[in-house]
């Protein structure tokens, strides 16, 4: 009887064959590299060629290729070679026409550039284009808002507003103010709703009744990240000065009392409200830097929690939900931790760098 040719074992370093085992049972790499792990550990083991074809469902010859390139080159040569691959039709004089081009007034009729705009007037492939604007991170239809501001001032308010931020005055209340003024109290139909691919949304009707609008009035204190609120009807300067008021009424008269506010006029011009009051103190924004008042942060919170999608019946039912909302904020709030480490009125260039992601 003629006895079965034991198959060869290649030779094998120790740490490539930790290496193998590492790739055999990983569910990260590449699936062709575990296999072809699988391939030499089988092959380590001394398995016929026949065996390890039936167990990992490939082609003999598979094994043998790939156990040939391993005894030649190693675990190296166990990954992909090199290729050339496909010669590109666009290159990098294509990638600078499109840049150039965005730059440029856009087709007669439209107001901005698209991706097929731009191949229609380069006379290539729209997906061409698109490869590129990916490639260089533009985004042609995806909008962003800026103000700038224009105050010859800026940096010595702004240096201001955060000094009171990151390094308040001794012993003293560091308060953000402002006003969200005209919330309308809307009465629409909103509720879950399935759409046609079948996931579950939010959802609310387009058709809505308007009851009229309430005007809030917020303080908040920076050290604590509490508030005080108070809705108005209107939003006159004497509904601002009787919300000061009621903000400083508590508050012990020798503590200094730090208020920082936006250029609203009714914020301005309140001279005997102030020297009635000598320990409170205005701190305004530079003109169109609104955002450096921490209160618009809690402004945002308020809007998203209890305005949006929401649905009122009236003005004191808005009027509730207010209360209720700013009822639920106060035992879970914290103050607001500055992160920015500059703060500067840079002007925007209108060049291709506005349009990057």
């Given at each position: ?16 064959r930790r290496t193998l085992e ?315 931790v500055w992160r920015k480490r ?16």
């Open positions: 009887m003629t006895m079965a040719r034991k198959p060869p074992v290649p030779v094998c370093l120790e740490k490539d590492v790739w055999a049972h990983s569910r990260t790499e590449e699936a062709r590299l575990v296999e072809r792990a699988r391939i030499i550990l089988g092959c380590l083991e001394g398995r016929p060629v026949s065996q390890i074809a039936r167990d990992l469902k490939i082609r003999p010859n598979t094994v043998i290729d790939w156990r040939r390139r391993f005894e030649e080159g190693g675990i190296e040569a166990l990954h992909d070679r090199p290729r050339s691959g496909k010669p590109p039709h666009y290159g990098a004089d294509f990638r600078n026409q499109v840049l150039a081009l965005l730059e440029q007034p856009p087709p007669s009729g439209q107001a901005v550039w698209d991706g097929g705009s731009v191949a229609e007037r380069l006379k290539s492939s729209p997906h061409a284009v698109w490869r590129v604007l990916k490639k260089e991170g533009i985004c042609l239809s995806r909008h962003r808002t800026w103000c700038v501001s224009t105050d010859p001032e800026f940096s010595a308010k702004a240096a201001d507003i955060v000094g009171l931020y990151l390094n308040p005055p001794e012993a003293a209340l560091v308060i953000s103010v402002d006003e969200k003024p005209s919330i309308q109290a809307l009465e629409r139909a909103t509720g879950y709703v399935e759409t046609s691919s079948g996931k579950i949304v939010r959802g609310w009707k387009s058709t809505y009744r308007r009851h009229g609008t309430l005007n809030l009035f917020a303080a908040l204190q920076v050290a604590t990240g509490s508030v005080q609120t108070e809705t108005t009807k209107r939003k006159r300067r004497v509904e601002f000065i009787d919300f000061m008021d009621h903000v400083v009424a508590d508050i012990p008269e020798d503590r200094e009392i730090h208020v920082i506010l936006d250029n609203y006029c009714i914020h301005k011009k309140n001279d005997a409200w102030l020297a009635a009051h000598p320990h409170v103190h205005f701190h305004f924004t530079p003109t169109s830097a609104s955002w450096l008042n921490q209160v618009e942060i809690w402004f945002g919170i308020f809007a998203r929690k209890a305005l949006r999608g929401a649905n009122f019946h009236g003005v004191e039912e808005l009027r509730q939900a207010i209360e209720a909302f700013v009822t639920a904020y106060g035992p879970t709030a914290k103050p607001f500059e703060v500067k009125g840079a002007q925007l260039r209108n060049t291709i760098v506005n349009l990057c992601n």
